[in-house]
């Protein structure tokens, strides 16, 4: 093997494998996209591009989201404590959360509704819990279809909840006696249970010799990347506070801090980690191609959010998205308008509500992004149009990451496998 000082870092995505070429100084030279080949496994592909290459980098570092990640539903003691807790180390471990059930409320048959991991939360560790002792007792997960269970909740009640459901796999309660999330077991446990799934689904293991790193999920990556980006650690200077909008093929993942949401009366930001992520699972500019199309066809301000972009050709564009005819550029422009509008105004507690007016910058990043030409006052005028009335878009920065360096970022900080 030739000897150089570059490393390849590897994205194996849902529809793109992308591959940038870092230096010793870690310093991003080039990056290549390559479309999956759906013919062949993801390894099979990587081995294959990677051939091709002229010189070969003495380190690999892998990340990857080919499966798009595992579906998580949560059965909580309540929505604002519990539940708010569990998502947000479920979505931070790279899962996509279904649904937050509350395990005190009557649901009716569920036709449909499939998880891999269902998990169950609520209350602090404590012996006095006839409450919660008499709910576990009562349970009935027969309307639920998902392969694995998680008990998070009083470990005081662990054994009684293993006694009527032998194949749950316990972990740690999260909170501690002064319901501040404490303890991160759960979001290692679902990160686990995510990377299992991926290489088992989509043929990544026989990609793990090759990497110098643990193939960790694609979401997780730019989350790390996030929590660098809000110490100023990874050389992109943005004004803070800041939130990451990273545009997929499948999905659209909110990368966020707690100090830019609008916590609603009773929440608490104990409940939330320093850097937290939301997925929108239906929006994406190739897998979920149809369904943001759908969303953006039936949006109340669809005429509004086009005459930001297309100006005159308003018109006829509306008609064409009507239609279902859309291009890539709208779409992609869609699915930040589309984002944006359920965080500013959340139908339901499972959408955390971010605040705009508290906001300094916002980031868009994603492959996709790389081969548009997008605007930054489009991206602006679209802030503009979902503020309030009466508010100014103030100095709310837009940084669009044209190079998909974040993800780059991340996994460059994550260590080796013997941890040099």
Same mark, same amino acid.
């Given at each position: 093997?030739?000897?150089?000082?570059?490393?390849?870092?590897?994205?194996?995505?849902?529809?793109?494998?992308?591959?940038?070429?870092?230096?010793?100084?870690?310093?991003? /030279?080039?990056?290549?996209?390559?479309?999956?080949?759906?013919?062949?496994?993801?390894?099979?592909?990587?081995?294959?591009?990677?051939?091709?290459?002229?010189?070969?980098?003495?380190?690999?570092?892998?990340?990857?989201?080919?499966?798009?990640?595992?579906?998580?539903?949560?059965?909580?003691?309540?929505?604002?404590?519990?539940?708010?807790?569990?998502?947000?180390?479920?979505?931070?471990? #790279?899962?996509?959360?279904?649904?937050?059930?509350?395990?005190?409320?009557?649901?009716?048959?569920i036709i449909n509704l499939t998880v891999d991991t269902l998990i169950f939360i609520g209350g602090i560790d404590c012996e006095d819990s006839p409450i919660l002792k008499e709910k576990i007792l009562l349970l009935d997960l027969s309307i639920y279809n998902y392969r694995s269970l998680i008990y998070a909740g009083n470990n005081r009640l662990a054994a009684i909840f293993l006694k009527r459901f032998p194949h749950a796999m316990i972990v740690?309660?999260?909170?501690?006696?002064?319901?501040?999330?404490?303890?991160?077991?759960?979001?290692?446990?679902?990160?686990?249970?995510?990377?299992?799934?991926?290489?088992?689904?989509?043929?990544?293991?026989?990609?793990?010799?090759?990497?110098?790193?643990?193939?960790?999920?694609?979401?997780?990556?730019?989350?790390?990347?996030?929590?660098?980006?809000?110490?100023?650690?990874?050389?992109?200077?943005?004004?803070?506070?800041?939130?990451?909008?990273?545009?997929?093929?499948?999905?659209?993942?909110?990368?966020?801090?707690?100090?830019?949401?609008?916590?609603?009366?009773?929440?608490?930001?104990?409940?939330?980690?320093?850097?937290?992520?939301?997925?929108?699972?239906?929006?994406?500019?190739?897998?979920?191609?149809s369904s943001t199309l759908l969303n953006l066809s039936q949006h109340i301000r669809l005429y509004e959010f086009l005459q930001v972009i297309c100006g005159p050709l308003s018109r006829q564009v509306y008609l064409d998205i009507r239609e279902g005819s859309i291009t890539d550029e709208i779409l992609f422009y869609g699915c930040f308008f589309l984002a944006l509008d359920q965080l500013v105004n959340p139908v339901t507690d499972n959408v955390?509500?971010?605040?705009?007016?508290?906001?300094?910058?916002?980031?868009?990043?994603?492959?996709?992004?790389?081969?548009?030409? /997008?605007?930054?006052?489009?991206?602006?005028?679209?802030?503009?149009?979902?503020?309030?009335?009466?508010?100014?878009?103030?100095?709310?920065?837009?940084?669009?990451?044209?190079?998909?360096?974040?993800?780059?970022? #991340?996994?460059?900080?994550?260590?080796?496998?013997?941890?040099?």
């Amino acid at each position: 093997m030739i000897s150089c000082d570059t490393r390849n870092c590897i994205d194996v995505g849902s529809t793109q494998i992308k591959i940038a070429e870092i230096n010793d100084q870690g310093i991003l /030279l080039n990056q290549s996209f390559h479309t999956r080949d759906f013919s062949i496994s993801p390894s099979d592909q990587v081995r294959s591009i990677l051939s091709q290459q002229l010189k070969k980098p003495k380190e690999i570092r892998i990340c990857s989201s080919a499966n798009g990640g595992i579906r998580v539903g949560i059965l909580a003691l309540t929505s604002r404590f519990s539940g708010t807790a569990a998502r947000s180390l479920a979505l931070g471990a #790279g899962a996509n959360v279904v649904f937050t059930h509350i395990f005190t409320e009557k649901y009716d048959k569920i036709i449909n509704l499939t998880v891999d991991t269902l998990i169950f939360i609520g209350g602090i560790d404590c012996e006095d819990s006839p409450i919660l002792k008499e709910k576990i007792l009562l349970l009935d997960l027969s309307i639920y279809n998902y392969r694995s269970l998680i008990y998070a909740g009083n470990n005081r009640l662990a054994a009684i909840f293993l006694k009527r459901f032998p194949h749950a796999m316990i972990v740690p309660n999260p909170f501690d006696v002064g319901l501040g999330v404490h303890d991160q077991s759960l979001l290692a446990y679902v990160r686990k249970l995510y990377l299992d799934d991926l290489i088992d689904k989509e043929s990544i293991r026989d990609l793990t010799e090759l990497s110098h790193i643990p193939i960790l999920p694609t979401p997780g990556i730019v989350n790390i990347a996030f929590e660098m980006l809000a110490r100023q650690k990874t050389g992109i200077i943005v004004p803070l506070p800041c939130i990451v909008i990273d545009i997929g093929g499948a999905t659209t993942d909110v990368h966020f801090g707690v100090e830019t949401l609008n916590l609603k009366e009773g929440m608490d930001s104990r409940f939330y980690l320093s850097s937290n992520r939301y997925v929108f699972t239906d929006l994406g500019v190739v897998a979920s191609r149809s369904s943001t199309l759908l969303n953006l066809s039936q949006h109340i301000r669809l005429y509004e959010f086009l005459q930001v972009i297309c100006g005159p050709l308003s018109r006829q564009v509306y008609l064409d998205i009507r239609e279902g005819s859309i291009t890539d550029e709208i779409l992609f422009y869609g699915c930040f308008f589309l984002a944006l509008d359920q965080l500013v105004n959340p139908v339901t507690d499972n959408v955390p509500n971010i605040d705009l007016t508290k906001l300094a910058s916002i980031m868009i990043t994603g492959g996709a992004s790389k081969a548009l030409i /997008l605007k930054k006052e489009i991206f602006s005028a679209l802030i503009q149009l979902l503020l309030k009335q009466g508010n100014t878009l103030g100095n709310i920065s837009v940084i669009i990451d044209k190079q998909y360096e974040m993800w780059v970022h #991340g996994i460059m900080a994550v260590r080796n496998k013997n941890n040099n």
